[in-house]
Each structure stands twice: as C-alpha cells, then as structure tokens.
C-alpha cells in the first residue's frame, strides 16, 4: 500500500493508514458485514439458538417474529404484518436494503400461499 497520489506526507514516504473498518473486497469483509448485523440484531432483542442466521423475538402477546439470514437475502416471517413492518423499518435505517415484497422463491424453494387458510407450501 502507499500513500495516494497527492497526499503524500514529505519524510513520510513508508507512512501508510491504518484501517478501522473492513473493505468490500477484503476476505475478512463478508465476516465483518455479519458481525455488523448480528450486533444490530441483539441490540434489538432478537436471539439464535441453533442456527446462528435464524434470529428469533418473543413478542408480547407470545407469538414469534423470525428472520433468516442468507448471505444477503433474508426472509421476514410472522403472524403480525405490523411487527414485520416495524422491523423493516429499523433494518432500513441502519442498513441499505431492497424490500422485494412477499416471498415467492428463496434458495432454490417455491412458495406458495393458501391465505384463507393460513397455509404455506414449499416447492
């Protein structure tokens, strides 16, 4: 590394910066961009227990809000739209994201919905 073309400091040839956050195409990146996120993610209360890309949140009326992580894709799942646009919102105001609507596909699955019956199916 050196010093860029018009920063140069005079007796400081050698002197180059010191890094505090990981670059895009650095090897260490991917693992600094997740560990960004895990940090997010408890600080508003979410967990994993077995699977360290499935976060999961107690709500107060006892039902579950999970969210998936896959590289950069994630899936939002739970009964209350409300919490799932909340938590939207706070992913937003932290991270540049995409909101590409209900899930139809997502690792190679198909996903249907039977939404009178409160059903989903895999394909």
Do not use: W
């Amino acid at each position: 590394m050196k010093q860029p073309e018009g920063f140069e400091v005079v007796g400081k040839k050698n002197h180059v910066c010191l890094l505090k956050k990981s670059l895009y195409s650095l090897k260490q990146s991917p693992r600094q961009r997740y560990k960004e996120f895990d940090s997010f993610m408890v600080s508003i209360n979410f967990s994993y227990y077995y699977d360290n890309c499935v976060y999961f949140k107690e709500l107060s009326s006892g039902e579950f809000i999970y969210l998936l992580l896959y590289v950069d894709d994630m899936l939002i799942v739970a009964s209350n739209i409300e919490e799932i646009v909340r938590l939207k919102e706070q992913l937003g105001s932290v991270f540049e994201m995409k909101d590409l609507g209900a899930t139809k596909r997502i690792l190679g699955m198909e996903i249907s919905r039977d939404r009178p019956s409160r059903k989903i199916f895999l394909s």
